[in-house]
RNA sequence: GGGCCUGUAGCUCAGCUAGGUAGAGCAUCUGACUUUUAAUCAGGUGGUCAAGGGUUCGAAUCCCUUCAGGCCCGCCA
């Protein structure tokens, strides 16, 4: 076994002594299976053995911009929480927005009248925009939007509400009684010099706004004084949020609170001696409770940023990432590995890889035919649905060929038209056709951002500077009369097109090629018929006659 | 300085708990498909499992060392 130092180990090589993994054996013979289960699973059978009603607790802090890694944070616990359902228990998710923590500093892309505010709790600092209540609201509702479409299911808490209730008041008072037990505690885990004058709590000054320490002697339940840099001195009433433990001490709280059962948490927490540590010891010794079962995961790096982006310097944002990922495959994003791997958040390519990998998975849950090493992935489609599987096989649509669609039309109407030509469109269900819409908006979100050019197509106006041989505008020449006049639809153009490329010495493969160069100067496109259906006739045969000279 | 995670095919990753012939998808290549072309199907190529040592009849898997990448150590996930 692992030392207790080791909070970051493999998930399922935890140490915490109330956490004793079972033998896969006994988990596997359980579900008659012989495989190894997905990580979720694993935890939701320790918390459905563990609790009657388990609770997972997840959280965020809206200091500042949203990053891509509170998505795995969230996700993560909502998959737990599927899973634990799916074992038909009651079990909940909470989520905790940590409102009332101080704003650090005037970060760049705040205005410089915001350098007023800097120590003040975020509940308390008015909206950079104006439209949302306070400064913590503007920045957790692109978020809290995020987490309805991802179909997170959790009760949101506002830390600051908590404090306003007076529910961190017994915890407050246990932390301040045993203090110099708190100090050496945090001494002890940290292997830093304990500091005598360490405060768990910090009150408000009523006066300037802002936090500030207290007055330990004079403390006497649940009156706390304190001595403000502002020169102002008075008097916190820790049943009232007049002001908030440390995080160190706040966090082991919230466990105590809610009887917090599992909680994922980003691994700079998991690290040796950092806050999962000592709040391990803080709820046991301190507040007389009991951890969570960790659940600590790897951050998200950003890789493959488009050209466009790259040359503007501006990075991928946790809203880009919303943006141009529809929500089920960024579900299944950061639940086909396992927490404590990395990821690298990829938006070029990849994203294209990843959409398909995703509807993979969706066949084979519907049809089967995946072989071993699916498994796990499929278990990871079916989490991100939340419990909520489609009822039959949805419409897939291939995402690459989407990207091609989407280029075509001018809006969601075109797209369902383009692909009523060639797709029996009237099938699609309510859900189908909204998944659609929404992955037309990423793809297009995607394509105006970070696709790189060679996906991207459009309609040159004058032919593209390509080489032409001989045989090729012969191929042309041959082409002009009979597209002249023809009916303009897919199949008709399509069905010349490749004729007359069957009978010129260009040959099937070739023709086509041909024609892409001359239209979007390159050898590969759109399916053919259509694409050129799409397009004036006139403007064809120009094309065709000047490319032929 | 202390600690954690990661390293397996060109790319993304399974496999490691309980040692037993190296696996998928994508990409690539080949071949089919007489409405054919970025939407289908079949097959092939491809790995000194980061490196070295140890334990073992047998190591991607367990142990030790080294290297590389990422990150944490009183509040960035």
């Not at 493959?304 to 960024?330: C, F, R, W, Y």
Request: hydrophobic share 35%; charged share 25%; aromatic share 10%.
């Amino acid at each position: 076994m692992p030392s207790e130092s080791e909070p970051c180990s493999r998930i399922n090589r935890l140490s915490a002594a109330a956490f004793a993994r079972p033998k896969t054996s006994f988990i596997n013979a359980l579900y008659g299976r012989t495989d190894i289960m997905h990580w979720a699973d694993v935890v939701a059978k320790e918390l459905a053995d563990k609790y009657d009603q388990p609770l997972i607790a997840t959280g965020i802090s809206p200091t500042g911009i949203i990053h891509v890694g509170s998505l795995r944070e969230a996700i993560t616990g909502e998959s737990v929480r599927s899973a634990v359902e799916g074992l038909g228990k009651d079990v909940r998710l909470i989520y905790l927005i940590d409102s009332f923590d101080p704003l650090r500093k005037r970060y760049d892309f705040l205005p410089e009248s915001f350098e007023q505010y800097v120590g003040m709790p975020i509940s308390r600092i008015p909206c950079p925009c104006g439209k949302h209540m306070n400064y913590a609201h503007h920045f957790v509702q692109p978020f809290l939007d995020a987490l309805e479409s991802l179909g997170v299911k959790c009760d949101i808490i506002w830390t600051h509400e908590l404090y306003d209730q007076g529910r961190f008041a017994e915890c407050i008072d246990m932390a301040m009684r045993k203090r110099k037990e708190v100090i050496r505690i945090l001494h002890e885990v940290t292997g830093k010099a304990g500091d005598p004058n360490y405060a768990p709590y910090n009150p408000v000054c009523e006066k300037c706004g802002r936090f500030t320490s207290p007055v330990f002697d004079t403390y006497e339940y649940p009156i706390m004084e304190y001595r403000c840099n502002c020169g102002h001195c008075g008097h916190a009433d820790v049943t009232k949020g007049d002001g908030k433990l440390t995080w160190r001490l706040e966090w082991p709280a919230k466990w105590k609170i809610f009887g917090t059962g599992a909680e994922p948490f980003g691994k700079d927490h998991a690290a040796a001696g950092g806050s999962y540590d000592s709040g391990k010891r803080i709820v046991r010794e301190i507040y007389d409770g009991v951890e969570p079962y960790p659940i600590p995961y790897e951050f998200v790096q950003l890789k493959g940023v488009g050209q466009m982006h790259k040359s503007l310097g501006s990075p991928v944002t946790g809203l880009d990432a919303i943006n141009m990922t529809p929500p089920e495959i960024l579900n299944y994003l950061f639940l086909r590995v396992n927490p404590e791997r990395h990821i690298d958040y990829d938006s070029g390519l990849g994203m294209l890889d990843m959409a398909d990998e995703y509807d993979r998975m969706e066949r084979i849950y519907f049809e089967g035919g995946g072989n071993g090493t699916d498994e796990n992935s499929v278990r990871a489609y079916e989490l991100a649905q939340h419990n909520h599987v489609p009822g039959g096989m949805p419409l897939q649509v291939p995402y690459r060929h989407l990207v091609n669609v989407v280029q075509m039309a001018d809006d969601f109407e075109g797209v369902i038209e383009i692909l009523s030509r060639t797709e029996e469109m009237s099938k699609a269900n309510e859900e189908d056709i909204g998944r659609l819409r929404r992955r037309s908006e990423c793809v297009r979100y995607w394509l105006n951002g970070f696709a790189p050019d060679s996906v991207k197509f459009y309609i040159a106006d004058t032919v593209p500077c390509v080489e032409l041989s001989m045989v090729e505008k012969v191929y042309f020449q041959a082409l002009i009369p009979k597209v002249m006049d023809c009916n303009w639809d897919a199949d008709t153009i399509g069905g010349i097109v490749a004729d007359t490329a069957k009978e010129s010495p260009i040959g099937s493969k070739k023709g086509y090629q041909a024609l892409y160069k001359i239209l979007i100067g390159k050898t590969s496109g759109p399916r053919l018929g259509s694409f050129i259906a799409s397009m004036d006739r006139n403007f064809v045969m120009n094309r065709l006659i000047q490319a032929s000279q």
